[in-house]
């Protein structure tokens, strides 16, 4: 029989979840998907999603999708019956049906991730879910200066959660910018791919050189070592957002 490959955009509010990945709990963004899919399709699909985002960590343009029998949905069909039964922290931005040779994860040239900071002693309570809070001043200067020797292709182990299971370390940052407007300072960060806890290790670890006034090439000296335990603290997810899928190279140039 002939399947249709769908695919969505999703932004999601993860506070209140365990991440993207399906657990026994239900209580994840994959769990809530799939039972919202299987409703509509009586079918026991299988999601393909463009990254895993982890507990607490938001989403503005995840990327997912699947293959269905049921051939009779419009793709604003699939929107409005999706976004009628899934919770409202949970939003379905865009449907498309694609070829079949598409896929989320593989197809993807490039993901971007952005992490909001807010910089002050204290924090809006309309920002609180989406910025972290950090009260001691930071140099925005050095921490652009960080940033570059962490862009271009490296072995980033030493910004690696142990539970990792990609086989190489090895990843490569295409653009990683940090921008400040008043308090709240912005990083952004595209690459082609992302280790687990990678991005939320870079950000506490620069956040740690700057708190201690490092010289800049102290980062170079954590990648070369290739060892977590020299690293800089895990920052809290709340401030780290899924932002956007790259199904072209040329997209960030």
Known sequence: MKKRNIKLTISYEGTNYYGFKSQLSGNTIENELLKVINKITSDNVKIICAGRTDRGVHA??????????KLNLTEINWLNALNTYLPDDIRILKCEFCDPYFNARKSAFFREYRYQLVNSQTISALSNRFAALYKKKLNIELLREYAKYLTGEHDFTSFCAS??????KTRFIHTFEINKDNDLIRFKIIGNAFLHKMIRNIIGTMIFLNKNNMAPDEIKKILDAKDRNIAGPT?????????KVYYTKNMVD
């Open 60 to 69: 503005e343009g995840q990327v997912i999708n699947f293959f269905t029998d």
């Open 235 to 243: 920052f809290t997810p709340k401030g780290l957002i899924f932002y």
């Open 163 to 168: 539970s990792d299971e990609n086989a190489t």
